[in-house]
Structures are given as C-alpha cells and as structure tokens.
C-alpha cells in the first residue's frame, strides 16, 4: 500500500473514531469533549488537503447521478462542520475561551445539537458511498479471490446491522435533534458505555448500507440506460 493511501486511511479510521468518541459525550466531559472536537476539525482539514485532487476536478467532467449524490452529501458535511465549529467556539469554556467570540447561547447549543447529528449521519452516508473501495482494499489486503457466497454473506449480515441500526436511531429519537424539535439532549449517565457505542455503531452501519447499495443501484441503473440507448 502505497504511504499516501496509508495516510488517507489513517485519517479516515481517525476520523470514525473521533466521531463516535464525541457523540458520547457523556460520558468524557466538556474538557475531552472540546479538545477531541478541535482535533476532529484538524482531521477533516487534513482529509480535504489529502483528497485535494477532488477539489480540481469538482468543474470536470460529466455529472452522473452518483456523482450528483456524492457531490449532494459532501457539501452538506462541509456545512455540518461548519456549524459544528462556529457553535462549538461560541460554546467553549476550554479550548476557544480566551477568544473574545461570544453570541447567542442558545442558538449557538440549538445549533451545535443539530448539526452533531447531521454531521454524524452525513459522515457515516459519506464513508457508505467509498465503501466499495474500503472492500476491495480488504480484500487485496487479506488475498481473498471474488466469491459469490461471501459476497452474500456479507450483504446479509450487512442488512441485519442496517436493520439494527436503523431500531437505534428510532429508538434513540436522533431526528428529534436532527430537526431541531427540542433544544436539550437526553444522556442516559448510567447506560453501560458498550451498549451505547454498539447502537452508534450499528447507525453507522446502516447509513453505510443505504448509501453503499444507492450508489450500486444508480451506476447499474445508468449502465443499464446506457445499453437501451
């Protein structure tokens, strides 16, 4: 593997954990919490620095609907993440507070609440769309030649995951504070901290298997009307 692609990696997994770490807030406190925050933003700098080539190739090239799709959900990260660091310096009481940048309190919390939960369902839809190349860098990575049963495998066990996951954000009411419908959290201080990253995770999952499955279901819908025509 070549050290760029390492790196990219390296970010990417970074990135993933940072953002399950800072959803269980919690758990860790304002002081963790400010400071994991800082470092996810220097890591999502770095991860556009790493994939600048995509920025020179946004005005190239045809615009396919997957294209479409990706470009969609991208520019709804950078506006997640913008949110999330405008909130979160007004809100410092670490990292930010000797910076003379004070605001609305509450519409700064309303804000920074909402665009965490965009911003993790976004991240987790971003990372499904590149899932195909994170296989197949498994799969070079472990030898493993092209098989039809474990293709199926995989897809079913991706589905019982999605169908867990998708039980979690229900049950854990995340488009309540997606769409701004309350302007307070609810943490749970005595849930076990396993239980609680197993249903982030499993979140993940399912964002990764809608947009992993959309994006196959597009290219082989535009093939398939390539073939007609």
């Given at each position: 593997?070549?050290?760029?692609?390492?790196?990219?990696?390296?970010?990417?997994?970074?990135?993933?954990?940072?953002?399950?770490?800072?959803?269980?807030?919690?758990?860790?406190?304002?002081?963790?919490?400010?400071?994991?925050?800082?470092?996810?933003?220097?890591?999502?700098?770095?991860?556009?620095?790493?994939?600048?080539?995509?920025?020179?190739?946004?005005?190239?090239?045809?615009?396919?609907?997957?294209?479409?799709?990706?470009?969609?959900?991208?520019?709804?990260?950078?506006?997640?993440?913008?949110?999330?660091?405008?909130?979160?310096?007004?809100?410092?009481?670490y990292v930010f507070a000797a910076l003379p940048i004070r605001g609305r309190m509450g519409f700064a919390r309303l804000l920074h609440m909402a665009a965490s939960y965009w911003g993790f369902v976004l991240m987790a839809l971003h990372l499904g769309l590149h899932w195909g190349m994170?296989?197949?860098?498994?799969?070079?990575?472990?030898?493993?030649?092209?098989?039809?049963?474990?293709?199926?495998?995989?897809?079913i066990l991706g589905g019982c995951v999605a169908v867990y996951g998708l039980i979690a954000f229900v049950r854990r009411n995340l488009i309540t504070y997606m769409l701004a419908r309350t302007h307070f959290v609810f943490f749970d201080f005595s849930e076990p901290i396993p239980l609680f990253y197993l249903d982030y995770l499993a979140m993940i999952g399912t964002c990764i298997f809608l947009a992993y499955y959309a994006a196959r279901f597009l290219r082989k819908r535009a093939g398939g009307e390539r073939q007609i025509r």
């Open positions: 593997m070549k050290p760029k692609v390492t790196v990219k990696l390296a970010v990417d997994v970074l990135l993933t954990l940072g953002l399950l770490f800072l959803m269980g807030y919690q758990f860790w406190g304002d002081f963790a919490h400010e400071w994991a925050g800082a470092g996810m933003f220097v890591l999502f700098l770095l991860h556009h620095v790493l994939n600048r080539s995509w920025h020179r190739s946004l005005f190239q090239g045809k615009y396919n609907p997957v294209r479409v799709l990706q470009l969609v959900i991208d520019l709804l990260v950078f506006l997640s993440m913008a949110g999330l660091m405008i909130s979160g310096v007004i809100l410092s009481n994170f296989l197949e860098m498994a799969r070079k990575a472990l030898n493993l030649r092209p098989s039809r049963p474990r293709q199926v495998l995989l897809s």
